[in-house]
C-alpha cells in the first residue's frame, strides 16, 4: 500500500482502524512506520471524526413543542420569512400605488385595504 | 399511553399535545443537532427543527389513515430535517457561520482546551465548505449514527451516491485538518 492507497482508505472507512478490513490493515499498518505523511493523514482523519463526535449543544425542545401545537390551526410561516424584506405582494402594492400616482388605475377603496393588507401579511398560500 | 414512537404517534394522530411533547422531547435533540451540523447557524437550525415538527403535527392524522406510524416516525424526521436544511443551505443568502463556545470539557486542562477550541473552529470552517449534501451525509452518519443505507434513505439518494458523497466530504475535511496541522 501506498500513500495515496492509504488515503482511500481513510476517505472511503474513516481513521479507525477497527473498520479497516483485512488484508488493507495490516498493509496500512506497515505503511505507517514508513511514511510520515500517512501518520500525519491518519491523524488528521482521526482529529475529524473526534470533533465530529463532539456533543451537540444544548437545546430547549419546549417551545418547539408548544408552537408546533398551534400550528394545526394556523398557516404556515416560512423559515426564515422574517428576513424576507420584499414579497410579491409587496411588489403588487407598490405597482398598484405607482398606478394611482400616474392615474392610470382608478382604484376602489376596498382594492386599496385589500393590496396593503395583503403585503403586510404576506403570501397566504402554503409554499410547502 | 404506551411509550413507544409508534403508541405516542397514534395518539398525535388524535390531537394529543401531551404525546406529541414527548416525541419532540425525544428527537429534538438529535434533529437540532443534525440541522446544526447542515446550515452552520443555530437560529436558523431551530427555524428548521420547528418547521420538521409542525409538519409532523400537520400530517400525524394523515399518518394514521395511511398505515404509516411510528416505527418509520424517526427516519420520516430525518428525512424532512435534512432536505429542509439543504434547501435552506442553497439560498443564495449566505448564513453566518456560528463559533458558539463549547462548554469546557473537565477532563482537559486550559491549553489543551484552547487547542481543542481551535481545531473546532477549523472544522466548522471546513464543513461551511463542503456542497449542501456532503455536509448531510456526514451530519446523518456522525451525528445521528446512522448506517451507509439509512443515511442513503434519509438523503433520498442511493446507497452508492451516499457513500460518495462521504469518501469526497471525508476528503475535503482530512486534506483541511492535514494542512492545518502542517
Known amino acids: 500500500m501506498n500513500d495515496e492507497e492509504f488515503h482511500s482508505l481513510l476517505d472511503e472507512l474513516g481513521g479507525d482502524p477497527i473498520r479497516w478490513p483485512e488484508p488493507r490493515r495490516q498493509e496500512a499498518q506497515a505503511l505507517l512506520v514508513q511514511s510520515a505523511q500517512a501518520c500525519a493523514s491518519l491523524k488528521a482523519m482521526q482529529a475529524v471524526e473526534s470533533l465530529l ?7 430547549d425542545t419546549s417551545r418547539i413543542a408548544a408552537r408546533a401545537a398551534q400550528a394545526r390551526q394556523a398557516p404556515h410561516r416560512r423559515i426564515g420569512a422574517a428576513a424576507r424584506k420584499v414579497s410579491f405582494a409587496a411588489l403588487g402594492a407598490l405597482a398598484l400605488a405607482a398606478g394611482i400616482l400616474v392615474g392610470m388605475t382608478p382604484p376602489s377603496d376596498t382594492a386599496i385595504i385589500g393590496s396593503v393588507q395583503t403585503a403586510l401579511n404576506g403570501s397566504t398560500g402554503d409554499v410547502w | ?17 401531551l404525546a406529541f411533547a414527548r ?10 443537532a443534525l440541522a446544526m451540523r ?5 437560529a ?19 399518518w394514521q389513515q395511511k398505515g404509516e406510524m411510528g416505527r418509520a416516525f424517526a427516519a420520516w424526521l430525518s428525512r424532512v430535517t435534512t432536505n429542509l436544511a439543504i434547501d435552506q443551505v442553497r439560498k443564495p443568502r449566505a448564513l453566518p457561520i456560528e463559533d458558539a463556545p463549547e462548554p469546557p470539557d473537565p ?21 461551511a ?6 455536509r448531510a451525509a456526514i451530519a446523518l452518519t456522525y451525528d445521528q449514527g446512522l448506517s451507509n443505507s439509512e443515511g442513503a434513505a434519509a438523503l433520498g439518494t442511493s446507497v452508492g451516491a451516499f457513500e460518495l458523497l462521504l469518501v469526497r466530504a471525508r476528503r475535503a475535511l482530512r486534506i483541511a485538518m492535514t494542512e492545518d496541522e502542517a
Do not use: Y
Open chain 1, 53 to 59: 463526535a463532539h456533543p451537540a449543544p444544548a437545546f
Open chain 2, 1 to 17: 399511553m404506551g411509550d413507544t414512537d409508534d403508541a405516542l404517534v397514534l395518539e398525535v394522530a388524535r390531537g394529543d399535545r
Open chain 2, 23 to 32: 416525541l419532540v422531547e425525544r428527537h429534538g435533540a438529535r434533529l437540532m
Open chain 2, 38 to 42: 447542515i446550515v452552520g447557524n443555530r
Open chain 2, 44 to 62: 436558523v437550525a431551530e427555524e428548521i427543527v420547528q418547521e420538521a415538527f409542525t409538519r409532523a403535527w400537520v400530517q400525524a392524522p394523515n
Open chain 2, 107 to 127: 477532563d482537559i486542562g486550559a491549553e489543551d482546551a484552547v487547542i481543542a477550541s481551535q481545531k473546532l473552529a477549523r472544522l466548522r470552517a471546513a464543513l
Open chain 2, 129 to 134: 465548505t463542503l456542497p449542501p449534501r456532503q
